[in-house]
C-alpha cells in the first residue's frame, strides 16, 4: 500500500518510510492512497477475536510487508500484554444505550498507549533491521509524552526528546515523563503553551540539518500514520461486541488534534457500520463551530481541566479536509495557507458532507465537574474530565436518536486529572499498583525558553555519539 501527501507536492511513500517520518516534505499529511474495504462475511469472523488478534488481522494490509507478518504478531502480542485489563479495551455499560470504552489500562494511563506502545516496537525493529539510528522528538500537552517514552524508551536505537509546556501540565503528566530513566530519554519543559511546542517541533522538522550527519527525525505525535493506523482497531473491537455489522453504532469522541476520531473515520469508511461520530470539544471549539456553524475559524487558547484537548488547531483535521476537498491538495493547500488569517468555511454541499459524519458539542469546565459527579452517583464510575467531555457531548447529540448503542472513548484514568476530580468534589483517585511510587520518583527535566535555536542547540549537545 502507497502513502500519500495531503498537499499533493510529495513522492509516494511506503510503510516504512512513513513510520521513519513526520510531514511530507511538502507540508503535507500522509495518508493510504486507498482503504481495504472490509466485508460484512469478513466482520462476522472477527467477532470472536481477542484484541490482539483483531488488530493483527485489520493492520496487516496497511503494513503491506513493510514487517513480516510473524514479526507484527509478536510485537503486537507484545505490546497489548502490557495493559493491565485482559479485555485490553474493556465496554462498561453506563445506560440503556450508552457506554464507555476504557482505553486507559496501558501503562501510561491514557488511550495513547494502544498506539506507541505498538510504534516503539516497530520502529525498532525497522532501525535494527537497517542498523539505522534516529532521533526522536516530539510535542506533548501531556498524555503523548509519557505513552511515546514508555513505547520507545527500551530501543538503543533511538534518543528521545519530548518538549511539553512548562507549568501547563497536570503534576502527574509531568511526573509520568520526568521519571522514565535512561540516558536516550530528555524532558524539556518549554516556556511556553501546547502550539509553541508544537510550532518549535514543526520548524525543527523542517530544517534538519543541526543533526548530527546520518541522523534524521522521527516524529511520535499523531501526524505519524502508525499512530493513527492503531487506533482504527478499537472501533471495531466495541463496534463488533455491540451487534455490528448487523447493528449501527454511533461513537463520542473527546477530541483535541482529531487523530483519534480520524481514525473511526477511516474505520467508518472500511465498512463499519458507524452512524454518528460526536466530536466532543472542550472551550476550545473551534472543530464544534464548524461542524455546527460553518465557521472555521481560529480563536484564543484557553486553559481547561481537560488540557490534552487544549489545542488551537487540530492537525489531523487535515487529513479529513483532504476528502473532503475532493483529495485535491491545491486545493487544501490553499486552505491551510489562509487559515488564522480570516475566517473560513466550506460550500453548502461540503458542509452538508461533514454533518453526514460528525455531531459535536463544546463542554464548559463546570458541566464537565457536573458530568463527572453525575456519573458518580448514578453508576459509581470515576470519569476523567476528558472522557467526562465525552460522555456529556454524547448525551447533548443523542437526544434525538436513542435507538442506537452510543460509545464514549474513555481516553483517561481518573488519577492523571486529580485536580478535576476535587473540583468535582469526589475525593481523590487512586494510581493503580505500576504508579504508586511515582510521587518518591527522581524527576529530570531542563526548563528551556521559548526558543527553536535553544532547543535545536539542546538537542545537538544531548545526542548519543555512535
Ligand atoms: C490526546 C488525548 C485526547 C485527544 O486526542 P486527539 O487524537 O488529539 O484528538 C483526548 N483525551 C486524552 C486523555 C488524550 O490524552
Redesign the pocket.
Known sequence: MKYISTRGGSEPQNFEQVLLTGLAPDGGLYVPADLPKISKEQMQVWQSLEYADLALAIVVPFIDGAIPEAELKRIIEDSYKEFDHPAVAPLVQLGKQEYLLEL?HGPTL???DFALQVLGRMLDYVLKKNDQRVVILGAT????GSAALEGCRHSDQVDIFILHPHQRVSDVQRKQMTTVPGDNVFNLAVEGNFDDCQRIVKAAFADQSFLPEGRQLVAVN?INWARILM?IVYYFFAALKLGAPEKKVSFS??????????AGYLAKRMGLPIDRLVVATNKNDILHRFISKNDYSVSELSKTF?P??D?LI?S?FERFLFDLFGRDGATLLDFMERLGKETLSVSSEQWRQVKNHFDSASIDDETTCNTIEQIFKENGILL?P??AVGVRSARECQQNNSELPMITLA??HPA?FAEAIAAAGLSEPVLPVHLKDLNEREERYSVVSNDLGKVKNYIKTHVRAD
Do not use: C, L
Open positions: 486507559f491514557a488511550f495513547k500537552s501531556g498524555d503523548t499523531s487506533q469522541v473527546p477530541t483535541g488534534n482529531f487523530g483519534d476520531i480520524y481537560s490534552s484537548m489545542i487540530s489531523n476523567d476528558h472522557s481516553t483517561a492523571k
